[in-house]
């Protein structure tokens, strides 16, 4: 009789161990899996790495453009859904498109006129968005191959990114070296650190372009999506979408998200400035100091009660409501992608800062580090 109970005992355990994951990795699938992608058309091979946490969330990055290609992430049943948007295969991002998931760099978002001057000499970019350069020029951060490492460090599995800007690409003083590592915690964050130094007086200014969509990537458009934007203050801009220099209050403007606020309630009310952006495309001053990691917005999908929270160490965020998609573009899974059908949050410094004394500095100068944080965290809604 002992015997049988120790028996019964001991096979209790080990079931216990098998099912809450305390020992075999298929139940602790805290890891990185690598795959070629695909060739670009100089017969370079991109890397995908699927970074994927013990709860559910798996997050896919491809070394071209360090484009994050997918984002699984459980709804209030538990159900996983892909909340990026994007394409199946590498020719589909090679064809072009608005920058899906992509590291921007070297100047995220808009230089007006595509000059700047630094230390009395005058930089000439490229014009790649009617008169103004917009995400690096013509082939910015977002269109090379980075180099790769993964690594698991106490954060979690993580993708290490490697990419040598040399100096006078698309115009820019100096030659820049950029890591950027995303990291994928056990809270369901996607972690993005960001990091440069130069040899040579430049600008920098980096940050992610991920189009979400939290219903899921291709099913409908997101203006019932309710977003909070910790900002007392936004950047207005001219028809061109440069900042006009100003630093307006939100106060009783459509810009006002202290208070979550569906896309769609303001989003077609006669006002210039929604006018200019077509909807939402602009700069939001975020509230707290520069340098701390703090709450930057929440976005909240009512239907599948996923919530995305944004903290970031930089002073502002860039509000674009997708209204350049256009139903041109089919993605994942045969999903076309109309106009609105994803939003980004971009992270950044002030668009045109180069050219506006008055924002926050965007200049590195050797010896100094660039270093930001931005993280993607993804809750679900508690019930009202
Ligand atoms: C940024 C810009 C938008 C648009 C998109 C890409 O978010 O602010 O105006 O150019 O990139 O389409």
Redesign the pocket.
């Known amino acids: 009789m002992p015997i049988r109970k120790l028996t019964t005992t001991v096979l209790f355990g080990v079931i216990v161990w098998m099912v809450f994951g305390l020992g075999p990795e298929a139940n602790s699938p805290k890891k990185v899996r690598k795959q070629v992608f695909g060739k670009t058309s100089r017969g370079e091979t991109v890397e995908l790495y699927r970074l994927t946490n013990s709860k559910g969330m798996e997050a896919t990055i491809i070394t071209y453009g360090g484009i994050i290609v997918a984002l699984k992430v459980p709804d209030r049943n538990g159900k996983a859904g892909d909340v990026a948007l994007g394409f199946d295969s590498l020719e589909g991002y090679l064809k072009g498109h608005?920058?899906f998931g992509a590291i921007i760099g070297r100047y995220g978002?808009?230089i007006g006129k595509g000059r700047f001057s630094l230390n009395g000499v005058e930089y000439t970019l490229a014009r790649n968005?009617g008169d103004n350069h917009?995400?690096g020029g013509i082939k910015g951060f977002d269109k090379v191959v980075w180099k790769s490492k993964q690594s698991t460090g106490q954060g979690g599995p993580a993708l290490e990114l490697f990419y040598l800007s040399k100096d006078g690409e698309e115009g820019y003083p100096g030659n820049l070296s950029v890591t950027v590592t995303y990291t994928l915690t056990e809270a369901n964050e996607l972690r993005i650190d960001y990091q440069a130094t130069t040899d040579k007086d430049t600008v920098v200014n980096l940050t992610n372009?991920s189009y979400f969509n939290l219903a899921g990537q291709g099913e409908g458009d997101i203006l019932r999506h309710r977003v909070m934007i910790n900002a007392d203050r936004f950047t207005p801009i001219d028809s061109g979408?440069i900042p006009t220099g100003e630093l307006r209050s939100v106060d009783g403007t459509p810009f006002d998200f202290r208070q979550p606020c569906a896309v769609g309630e303001r989003i077609g009310v006669d006002d210039q400035q929604l006018e200019f952006g077509k909807g939402y495309?602009h700069n939001f001053v975020l509230n707290g100091s520069v340098g701390t990691l703090r709450l930057a917005g929440r976005v909240s999908e009512p239907a599948s009660g996923r919530v995305m929270e944004v903290l970031t160490t930089e002073p502002g965020v860039?509000f674009?409501s997708g209204n350049?998609l256009d139903g041109t573009l089919r993605g994942k899974g045969d999903k076309v992608y109309q106009r609105r059908y994803g939003f980004?949050l971009?992270t950044q410094h002030f668009p045109d800062s180069p050219n506006k004394p008055a924002f926050p500095s965007v200049v590195l100068k050797p010896g100094a580090r660039y270093q930001t944080t931005t993280i993607y965290r993804f809750l679900i809604a508690s019930k009202e």
């Open positions: 608005p920058y978002n808009r968005d917009l995400h372009h979408l495309d860039q674009y350049f980004c971009e």
